[in-house]
């Protein structure tokens, strides 16, 4: 039995939520077995599956090294599993996994984009969302997106703010 399947037992063998999103978040983390990610990502894609459990899946995918992984079909899942979350902590989170990785996929920059326009959107997750367009190196899309980010309520500041600066080299 491989370390990845014995650690899978671990989780499904844990008694209480807590003690599962321990698992998640210690052993996981630094398991260089890129298989672990289809077991992960099956973990954000499960709607019953415990908030902090996801959680700790979406802090590991925020720093993970996905070298010679399927990049395109983990971001996809991400964003799906995103599109169907209810949970705000747990979306805070995952739009911060999508910043390192992912920011330069232009359906994420979309996604992100809409969640900062949708004025119905808790404020910390859109804020969230607006952090994953700052990080990303599509400057064309970035620049297209400029005077939609500083008509948005709430925004304009912090839109201005991050076009200066990165006009002046800054980001």
């Given at each position: ?20 999103a321990e698992i998640i978040s210690a052993d996981f ?29 979406y802090k590991i995918l925020e720093i993970a090294d ?106």
């Amino acid at each position: 039995m491989t370390l990845l399947e014995q650690l899978i037992d671990k989780y499904q063998a844990a008694t209480n939520d807590d003690e599962k999103a321990e698992i998640i978040s210690a052993d996981f983390d630094f398991l260089s077995d890129n298989n672990k990610w289809d077991f992960l990502l099956t973990l954000i894609e499960n709607r019953e599956a415990y908030d902090l459990v996801k959680v700790n899946v979406y802090k590991i995918l925020e720093i993970a090294d996905l070298t010679g992984l399927d990049i395109t079909d983990i971001k996809n899942r991400i964003l799906q599993a995103l599109k169907v979350e209810t949970d705000d902590m747990v979306k805070e989170y995952g739009f911060n996994a999508l910043t390192w990785n992912f920011s330069n996929f232009p359906d994420v920059i979309d996604y992100c984009m809409d969640t900062v326009e949708n004025e119905e959107e808790d404020e910390n997750i859109r804020h969230c969302a607006f952090g994953v367009l700052t990080k990303s190196k599509d400057f064309q899309k970035i620049n297209s997106l400029r005077d939609k980010l500083l008509q948005i309520k709430g925004f304009a500041k912090y839109a201005t703010t991050f076009f200066k600066d990165r006009d002046n080299g800054i980001r």
